[in-house]
């Protein structure tokens, strides 16, 4: 009796380890790959709860999240052979489980290797196209869109997708920054002279056609002046002599008014002047009519 129960819990125990070693699970964040003898049965896993055949199934779990990587720094030479050290790290993600395991035999390390050498690739690509001021004064975004199309090819052979490339630091070898740095400053220096003469080119240039305008601006106001004073002076003339045909005594009056009102009574003014002048002809007592 003793010895069947110990067969039954035996095979019991048996039964369980054979069902543990039958299933396996796939979380949120994860990617499986069955395999047999190194053959790729199936990658198409979904979370949750899966089988297999013990012993002759291997089951190979993956993060299938934004792995980020650091690279250290090296060393890259501009189109005018400065040298420059970067410092950049890598955004990645598995996206083709099956090419990503064949091509890396599903080591994350080997992964980040290659990548490495793919994105350095790239930014010596980058790099040499262009001068030492072009790269510090370019948008570090430039960098990274011509870096992802560039090394983009690359990952997709490995079964992986590029997230983010970015360059961290950008600097120059201690024995030559002071140097170069002075060959810039005297480059930006020489061109801000230029646009600076440049600028008082086109603001001599300004000045003179507005000058220009002024004066034939004021040169025409003036004509129109003129032209508008003598039509003025010639229909004041006629408006005179209309009123002298019609009352020559009432406008000799009136002119002699206007000519008191311009010449009497102004402080500092001295008149030298005989009492019979006609000058005073209205200021006579008139004489009694009979």
């Known amino acids: 009796m003793q010895n069947k129960i110990l067969y039954i819990l035996l095979a019991l125990v048996a039964s369980i380890l054979i069902v543990r070693a039958s ?5 949120e964040g994860q990617l499986a790959i069955k395999s ?3 053959e790729i049965v199936d990658t198409n896993y979904q979370p949750g709860l899966h089988f297999k055949i013990p012993i002759v199934n291997e089951v190979a ?3 299938k999240r934004i792995i980020t990587q650091f690279y250290p720094t090296e060393r890259f030479l501009t189109r005018e052979q400065e040298q420059l050290n970067v410092d950049f790290y890598v955004k ?4 083709d489980l099956r090419r990503y395991y064949e091509a890396t035999g599903g080591s994350e390390d080997a992964a980040n290797a290659r990548l490495g050498e793919t994105i350095k690739d790239s930014i010596k690509t980058v790099v040499t196209q262009r001068t030492l001021q072009q790269i510090i004064t370019a948008d570090r975004a430039e960098f990274t869109d011509a870096m992802m199309k560039s ?4 990952a997709q052979r ?3 997708q590029l997230v983010d490339v970015r360059i961290t630091k950008i600097d120059l070898p201690q024995q030559v920054r002071d140097s170069v740095y002075d060959r810039m400053r005297a480059s930006f220096k020489a061109q801000a002279a230029k646009l600076r003469a440049e600028g008082v080119e086109s603001s001599e240039t300004t000045r003179a056609e507005a000058n220009k305008n002024q004066t034939e601006i004021l ?3 003036a004509r129109q002046a003129d032209q508008i004073r003598g039509a003025g002076e010639a229909a004041a003339s006629e408006i005179y002599a209309r009123a002298y045909s019609k ?3 009432f406008y000799a009056f009136y002119r002699s008014m206007q000519a008191y009102k311009g010449s009497i009574g102004m402080a500092g003014d001295m008149l030298v002047l005989s009492p019979d002048s006609a000058f005073f002809k209205y200021f006579k007592q008139p004489q009694p009519a009979h």
Do not use: M
């Open 247 to 249: 009352n020559p005594e």
């Open 61 to 63: 779990k993956f993060d």
């Open 219 to 221: 040169a025409d106001a």
């Open 158 to 160: 490995l079964g992986v």
């Open 36 to 38: 047999t003898g190194g």
């Open 151 to 154: 090394a983009q090819p690359a």
């Open 23 to 27: 299933i396996f699970t796939v979380s």
């Open 92 to 95: 990645w993600r598995i996206d």
